[in-house]
């Protein structure tokens, strides 16, 4: 509430729900558009706590938008068969 | 499961939606797992990006020769690198900007205190917490002040950026 009242604002700061980009992620962000209008196979690395998580955060609240659909696979160490009962999940098979 | 997967891709493309399937902590997934979800996703329809996740050493396992033709396909790749001491800088005045505060909030010592740490989401949650501090004290915020709530936050700027618990 300090935050918020001292300036004047009305979303309360550091929350996750709505991630904003830094100016490399937003570069990053802007590629990675283009690819997906053509076809794309993208690989993003970076070490812990670079932003990779925002990123992907930021990916996934674009599937909120009518003309995006995103699907997310996070659990790891799982064979194909796995991964793809997770994709289908995530597409609502 | 693997055609209900292409079919429901075809119809999200007529729907005129753009695809982003996003694997996460790709670098502990088995490569043969990843070729053949790479084969997989060759027969959706192009509008459609691939993309994974994963620490440096995933670049690494797809430099391997056994996995070059994992590696031809790949149409975009970054290493997504911590903020240097100019991008952190240019980002905290950035933010003091957008909230109004002049860009001589922090001295330069302060400045410098912050830029000492890699811990880069974690220092300008911190920066800006004092900056809020700064304008309704109506302080600078000096050396000092910054290397104390680097080194051992108060509880309350704690509190606002980790929340209650």
């Known amino acids: ?93 | 499961m693997e055609k209900e997967l292409i079919q429901t891709a075809y119809k999200h493309i007529r729907d005129q939606k753009t695809l982003y399937t996003l694997i996460d902590e790709a670098h502990l997934r088995d490569m043969n797992t990843l070729r053949k979800l790479r084969l997989l996703f060759d027969t959706f329809p192009p509008k459609h990006n691939l993309i994974l996740f994963g620490q440096p050493k995933l670049l690494h396992h797809l430099a391997m020769q056994v996995n070059a033709d994992l590696k031809s396909r790949i149409t975009y790749s970054v290493n997504l690198l911590p903020l240097n001491d100019y991008d952190l800088e240019q980002f905290i005045q950035r933010e003091l900007e957008i909230v109004k505060l002049g860009i001589n909030t922090f001295d330069e010592g302060a400045i410098e205190v912050i830029l000492l740490n890699t811990r880069v989401t974690y220092d300008c949650a911190v920066t800006c917490v004092m900056a809020a501090w700064s304008k309704r004290v109506g302080k600078l915020i000096s050396c000092p002040i910054a290397r104390t709530q680097k080194k051992n936050p108060d509880p309350k700027i704690r509190a606002l950026i980790y929340g209650k618990g």
Do not use: C, W
């Open chain 1, 1 to 93: 509430m300090i935050i918020q009242n001292t300036f004047g604002i009305t979303r309360e700061p550091f929350q996750r729900d709505k991630p904003e980009l830094l100016l490399v992620q937003e570069a990053i962000m802007e590629i990675l558009t283009i690819h997906a209008q053509h076809g794309g196979f993208s690989v993003i690395v970076g070490g812990p706590g670079v932003g990779k998580s925002i990123l992907r955060a930021y990916i996934e609240q674009l599937g909120k938008q009518k003309e995006n659909e995103v699907i997310s696979v996070s659990q790891t160490l799982h064979t194909y068969g796995k991964v793809i009962r997770q994709l289908a999940l995530s597409m609502k098979i």
